[in-house]
């Protein structure tokens, strides 16, 4: 039994075809976007997807919908201490904890419009600066991505 069955679990013509998918893709470091309604396992097929690639850091994940709009920067690109009131300490946003691995974007629909900017530049870049800083920060993360 291969990880993916153990993620996914069916027999059905779709299941199989989802299956086939997910190995495909899998070995690739492209980004991914997952479509499906609530319920339908998108995060089971972000982490078959993880688990069946060559990575070999981390699986991270964030619910871009539960995370208030006025901290889900810091939350996905860290900050530096001093960047706002309560930032004693600097910190790692998820993209670093996410290095060499997957990152994955839950509800990325939900993520507000200027974030989603930023988002791209990552993508086509694969820099991030932690907010509060000027420094540039050489990432190897594959983005998965769910709405």
């Known amino acids: 039994m291969t990880q993916i069955d153990k993620k996914i679990v069916g027999k059905s013509p779709a299941a199989i ?36 690639s060559r990575r070999k850091g981390r699986f991270v994940t964030i619910n871009c919908a539960a995370i208030p709009k006025e901290l889900i920067e810091a939350e996905l690109f860290g900050f530096e201490k001093g960047a706002f009131t309560g930032a004693v300490k600097s910190s790692a946003g998820k993209f670093e904890q996410a290095q060499k691995g997957t990152l994955f974007l839950d509800e990325i629909g939900d993520m507000p419009m200027d974030l989603q900017t930023k988002l791209l530049r990552v993508l086509e870049n694969s820099i991030i600066s932690r907010v509060g800083s000027n420094s540039e920060i050489k990432l190897d993360v594959r983005i998965v991505c769910a709405t």
């Open 17 to 52: 075809q989802l299956k086939k998918m997910i190995a495909l893709v899998a070995p690739s470091d492209a980004p991914v976007i997952i479509y499906g309604p609530s319920g339908s396992g998108k995060e089971l097929v972000a982490e078959a997807l993880h688990e069946e």
